[in-house]
């Protein structure tokens, strides 16, 4: 064999084969002089090659149609041919005429015969990269041998077009799908749709939906079916209803899902909208993870992805709870976004264990911490693996050739590889088209009579340039290769999306024309269809289905005609599809049809701005804001005349209103504004009209928190449109406040429930404009700080739900006035009644079906400002769970997580066991961390710090580890301080509890009386109780005394009973939940009034009983081991040493029952120290630090010297040994007290003075 010649046993066409009973031999003679041996079977289905690198057809089809028995006149023609041919390619062309004849079976067409078979290509020089996906599927089907076990594959592919991307991400497909239950999950974001939201992921989770079924088995999938349904919410549903329309194979919307459903849904606030939609899609994937293993998901070109998908992929591949997930996205490196540029810039932070550095992440990742949860920020869970993928070398090249041409000198083709390589760069993409251009226009082509691939290196060099790329080349051959009606039709699918059927596809091939008389038959255009598959143009995708097979065949074919020539193209099928789909097909095809249209010059402009309204609302409805804006602007442009006429005025306010609201929800506050001010600059609009647009600017403003604005706003407006006027001098609010409250008293303003459902609704859109005014102009009032205002709102939204009828408003309003007449007016009595007509005038709203808003209000309202103040303690966490529940199933999760953090901040005050109310807390943080509600996530954290710090579960008993100087608004500041207060009335730091109360805990009274309220005042009255017995105890006889007024036992006494006089007026009132607070404070008074003897020790005594009684029967154990622990402390300074023993061992159990472990070991300690003769227990708690001293101090648990009976004596003996008296200031010095000299008395005291007979 010459050098130039092929190997024949590496040939595509004729190779040796085994031989098998019944062949026949044929040897033909090639020009080289060698025999090559054929064995033509007579069943071809059975042969097999007995190299690897041999090939042959093995399309089953083909091979079916050729089982039978060949005639004896084929046998003929091939003896004839062995005999006397010696031109092999016309000697099996008579072979091949004469089967074909016998089979008809296009058998040349069957059989690569000298033809370029990429598909037997490998990947080349994609080894490593090949190597770490498949590690990545390997961690994933390993951790999901784990169960518990939560693990995320994300892989990033990056590369130029044409680079293999997509190639390399479903080689893994094969792998996925072999396994038992595994999902192989493919979507691909389209130019063309750019603005269709969630495109990629909708594809995606379609094709699941519709395979569930056949991938689980009956069993499985009715499994799956039922945690679906359990798992998400009613509104969760809904929304991914509308992204995913085959959900309904798995999960049918419920029956109760209505028209009112889809208002209720319309009424979320954005965030809450946005939260819920992303809450279903991780709930949705975190039990499809479970249930397919492994579950993986493609998405494709996320360069073109829109601004919501980025979103939602963010939030799914950072959730700390999937399962058995592996998410694989590829993107055009030199195309990047710069939304999906942040996505990966944080992922990567996460990573390397970066994220989070913004002070907002801080704080998130320390709450985390100090509630013992792990940090979800940092990827524990998260694994990122990047692939870049370059251009192939000349040797990838050289082995592709080498495969592709079946040869094994390299040196034959090394010229090839290398002249390829400079024309292509190494691109494979480019490498594949370039190839098949040199094979078509037979620059490189099979040569039968020598049985060998041929080249020509210098025509190959003349006809090609280095400038040539991709695009062009494919455009070279779909020109060479493709009819007028081809292209047409190429064009038509380029037009349908990412992904067309074949309905479509022939609705626009019927509907459209190319040339004059052309044909439109069907069997033309599967004529068509067959030949585009066949020539590797488009993609056939099941039977109905098509796609195409590269995007740089889409731009091909769209590069052949003008731009303007496809932009009109565009506007043709996207008319076609909104005249000729059905309304079922058009909602389903809404995105892709406002796609097409969106910049058409449409003969019926106000239809197509319908149509875009139309997508804008379904777009707002999935929070796809940036979608919703674009849709709704061009329905805008398509307006010119918008301000004429009452259709295109109503029409111009809607599209106007919907970019508003999409603005705001895009955070372009200023186009927002200006969009809602050419709104209410129009005079040919109405009031009512102009409503919407009001409304979006006050929310504007309260969003920027410029409340002041917000309210003059709203009493500009009210009394310009509606005649509705306030007074603005303090005077006269104060008058107008009086007046209205005299009034209030004297009528009837307080309606029965049948009078409550008498009422005729409010209709006369003026009114429900005023109404919708006060309700905003009540909140601004109330954050910019003017009571008296917001009383007078109020008042006023009352008396006209009486005189103009029924408004859903009308609860909110009786909710908040129940609260003002309780907590400002101290009228109780009417407090409860109005309490109790909101709650009618919710349950009436949402018999009507218009809840979703003003249920929610009264819910929050009372269980926070009167349910605390009117109702015992234990029957209140059903209330808060009901209200809970309620505030989900309708979307304001903000309300829903706010009652959430009241209901554990109302267990762990009511006494309910620690452990257990850490452990649900933790589970419920979770829930709020994944959906980004860092204020609530954080307040729910101090809870969580609090029970772990009285269980001992952390080194710290009343150090919080959060920042303190700045937590966030006035509500986290407060609830912070707040926080600290109960841990040092609990802990016994009653110095520092009360330096905090005097700077803290009288900024928000009366400005925040809400459930907290009231046992926040009973941990003040605690300390500030203790530090003036503490005082009384400890004042020097015989030096100068401070002024009375500014003494530390005066200070302490003026707020301690100032603090005591508000419980004991509330418990007057009827308030349950501070009967045993007022018990104990009278007995810490008692005590204060032994030290100056003005009190016998008796009653003393029998109050500490009765307010030991008293706390275990309201169920406070947590206040009755308070109780126990200061009645011992009595006790033992009376001289009742055996007594005192029993009720501090009675505050030990008490302790524990709560589960307060840390508690109990101090007290044991204290117990410890106490029981040494002759020891007074003032004396204890200066030496120990059981109450100033070192157990209180916030210190690392650790570091803490173990105290004992032992050091407690040579404490003493070194006192006694060098004659010093150390001073109170002293003794917290030593101890290391943060609080240093702080109330402390200025001369030091004897002690003797510490005898509590000398005392007496």
């Keep these: ?76 023609v091939v003896a004839a041919a062995r005999h006397g041919s010696h031109d092999i390619k016309a000697d099996f062309n008579v072979v091949v005429s004469s089967l074909e004849q016998q089979t008809s079976v296009k058998i040349q067409e069957a059989l690569p015969i000298g033809r370029i078979q990429f598909d037997r290509c490998r990947m080349y020089g994609r080894e490593e990269h090949i190597a770490k996906l498949q590690g990545a599927l390997h961690r994933v089907n390993k951790k999901s041998q784990n169960q518990g076990d939560n693990h995320t594959e994300f892989v990033l592919i990056d590369g130029l077009s044409g680079s293999g991307k997509t190639v390399l991400a479903t080689s893994v497909q094969g792998d996925v799908e072999r396994a038992p239950k595994g999902a192989f999950l493919q979507g691909k974001f389209d130019l063309a749709v750019r603005e269709e939201p969630y495109s990629a992921l909708a594809s995606a989770f379609q094709d699941l939906c519709g395979q569930a079924s056949d991938i689980l088995g009956k069993e499985a999938f009715d499994q799956f079916q039922e945690e679906t349904a359990k798992n998400l919410d009613p ?132 709450s985390r911490r100090l509630s013992g949860l792990p940090n979800q920020d940092v990827g524990t869970n998260l694994t990122l693996t990047e692939l870049s993928l370059g251009n192939l070398s000349v040797e990838c090249v050289q082995d592709l050739i080498m495969d592709l041409l079946s040869l094994e000198e390299e040196s034959i083709t090394m010229p090839l590889a290398q002249l390829l390589h400079r024309r292509t760069l190494g691109n494979p993409n480019f490498l594949k088209t370039f190839i098949t251009c040199l094979y078509d226009d037979k620059l490189l082509s099979f040569n039968m009579g020598k049985m060998k691939w041929t080249w020509d290196l210098s025509a190959i060099e003349k006809s090609s340039s280095a400038t040539d790329n991709v695009v062009d080349l494919t455009r070279r051959g779909i020109q060479k290769n493709t009819s007028e009606e081809m292209h047409h039709l190429l064009l038509c699918v380029a037009c349908l999306g990412n992904i067309c059927g074949l309905e479509h596809i022939r609705m626009i091939w019927m ?160 186009q927002a504004k200006l969009l809602c001010e050419t709104i209410i600059g129009q005079s040919q609009v109405s009031v009512f009209d102009k409503l919407q647009a009001h409304k979006i600017l006050i929310d504007i403003l309260v969003h920027e928190q410029n409340f002041f604005i917000s309210l003059e706003y709203c009493l500009e407006h009210l009394g310009e449109t509606i005649g509705c006027h306030f007074q603005r001098g303090k005077t006269g609010m104060k008058v107008a406040a009086f007046l209205s409250i005299q009034q209030m008293k004297k009528r009837k303003s307080i309606l029965s429930n049948e009078e409550i459902d008498d009422l005729p609704m409010m209709t006369e859109p003026t009114r429900l404009f005023g109404i919708e005014l006060m309700q905003t102009a009540t909140l601004s009032a109330f954050y910019a700080g003017e009571p008296i205002l917001m009383l007078n709102v109020l008042t006023r939204r009352i008396q006209w739900s009486l005189k103009y009828g029924f408004h859903p408003s009308l609860g909110s309003a009786y909710a908040t006035m129940a609260a003002v007449f309780m907590h400002v007016i101290g009228d109780w009595g009417r407090g409860r009644r109005m309490a109790e007509a909101a709650v009618h005038v919710g349950q009436r709203a949402s018999a009507l079906g218009r809840s979703s808003h003003w249920e929610r209000d009264v819910i929050v309202r009372l269980l926070f400002l009167v349910y605390p103040w009117t109702q015992p303690a234990r029957s209140i966490p059903t209330q808060m769970i009901t209200g809970y529940k309620s505030c989900m199933i309708q979307g304001d999760v903000d309300s829903a997580f706010k009652i959430l953090v009241g209901h554990f901040f109302n267990q762990i005050l009511s006494g309910q066991r620690l452990e257990e109310v850490e452990a649900d807390a933790r589970g419920y943080s979770e829930q709020i961390a994944s959906l980004k509600y860092d204020k609530w996530f954080y307040l729910l954290g101090l809870v969580g710090q609090a029970a772990l710090n009285l269980m001992g579960k952390t080194e710290n008993t009343t150090f919080l580890e959060v920042d303190e100087t700045d937590p966030g608004d006035w509500q986290m500041c407060y ?121 016998e020790p008796k009653k003393v005594c029998k109050l500490y009983e009765t307010a030991i009684v008293d706390s275990v029967r309201g169920g406070f154990v947590n206040h009755a081991a308070i109780a126990e622990e200061h009645y011992a402390d009595y006790l033992w300074g009376v001289g009742e040493k055996d007594e005192g023993i029993y009720h501090l061992e009675n505050a030990i159990q008490r302790f524990s029952e709560w589960g307060a472990v840390r508690r109990v070991e101090m007290l044991r300690e204290k117990l410890a120290n106490l029981e040494n003769e002759g020891m007074s227990p003032k004396l204890a708690d200066e030496s120990l630090g059981s109450v100033e001293g070192k157990f209180c101090q916030p210190e690392k648990r650790g570091s803490m010297p173990q105290l004992n009976v032992q050091n407690v004596k040579q404490k003493l003996a070194s006192l006694e040994t060098d004659g010093s008296n150390p001073s109170p200031t002293t003794a917290d010095e030593s101890s290391g007290s943060v609080e240093g000299n702080y109330c402390q008395p200025e001369t030091p005291v004897s002690m003797a003075m510490l005898n509590v007979q000398q005392v007496e």
């Design 1 to 76: 064999m010459n050098e130039d010649q092929i190997r024949l046993d590496r040939t595509p066409l004729l190779t040796d084969y085994d031989q098998r009973d019944n062949s026949v031999d044929m040897s033909a003679v090639g020009q080289s002089g060698e025999q090559l041996p054929l064995k033509i079977e007579p069943n071809l289905a059975s042969i097999q090659p007995t190299t690897k690198t041999s090939t042959i057809a093995d399309d089953e089809s083909a091979t079916e149609a050729l089982g039978a028995d060949f005639s004896e006149s084929s046998l003929d």
């Design 511 to 670: 509907k459209s024309s190319v040339g004059g008389g052309a044909d439109r038959s069907e069997a033309l255009l599967q004529e068509l269809l067959d030949k585009s598959v066949e020539q590797m143009f488009l993609e056939q995708i099941g039977q109905s289905q098509f796609r195409y097979s590269h995007d740089a065949v889409k731009e091909a074919v769209i590069s052949l005609i003008p731009k303007t020539n496809f932009d009109t193209l565009l506007q043709k099928v996207g008319g076609i599809l909104f005249e000729e789909l059905s309304e079922e097909e058009l909602e389903a095809m809404l995105f892709l049809v406002a796609d097409l249209l969106h910049a058409s010059d449409s003969k019926d402009p106000v239809k197509l701005a319908q149509l875009l309204l139309r997508a804008a609302h379904k777009a707002k409805g999935v929070s796809a804001y940036s979608s919703a804006s674009f849709y709704a602007i061009h329905g805008i442009k398509q307006l010119p005349q918008m301000w004429e006429g009452d259709e295109n005025i109503q029409l111009a306010v809607r599209l106007h209103s919907i970019a508003a609201e999409a603005e705001r929800g895009l955070g372009n506050l200023p």
């Design 975 to 1095: 609830q912070l301080q707040y926080v600290k207060r109960f841990l040092y009335a609990h802990f016994g730091e009653y110095k520092t509890g009360a330096k905090n109360s005097m700077t803290y805990g009288w900024r928000w009274i009366g400005a925040y009386p809400g459930m907290y309220f009231g046992y926040d005042m009973f941990h003040q009255a605690i300390c500030h109780y203790q530090e003036a017995i503490h005082a009384a105890r400890n004042e020097p006889l015989n030096a100068c005394k401070p002024p009375k007024s500014k003494s530390p036992l005066a200070l302490h006494k003026k707020h301690a009973y100032k603090c005591h006089a508000d419980i004991e007026s509330w418990v007057k009132r009827g308030a349950p939940n501070h009967v045993h607070h007022l018990s104990i404070l009278k007995a810490e008074r008692a005590t204060l009034s032994s030290c100056s003897k003005k009190i």
């Design 235 to 366: 509104q969760e549903l809904g929304f991914l209803h509308i992204i995913i329309p085959s959900l309904s194979r798995i999960v049918p919307l419920p029956t109760t899902t209505t028209e009112t459903d889809a208002h209720v849904r319309n009424s979320f606030k954005m965030d809450d909208q946005t939260k819920l939609l992303h809450s279903g899609f991780v709930k949705f994937i975190r039990l499809a993870g479970a249930t397919f293993c492994p579950l993986v998901i493609f998405l494709d070109d996320l360069q073109w992805a829109d601004v919501s998908s980025v979103d939602l992929l963010k939030v799914l591949i950072s959730n700390k709870v999937n399962t058995n997930l592996m998410v694989i996205g590829s993107y055009r490196s030199n195309e990047v976004k710069e939304d999906l540029l942040e996505m990966i810039d944080d992922l990567r932070m996460r990573q390397n264990g970066t994220a989070g550095s913004t002070r907002q992440s801080l704080k998130r990742e320390e």
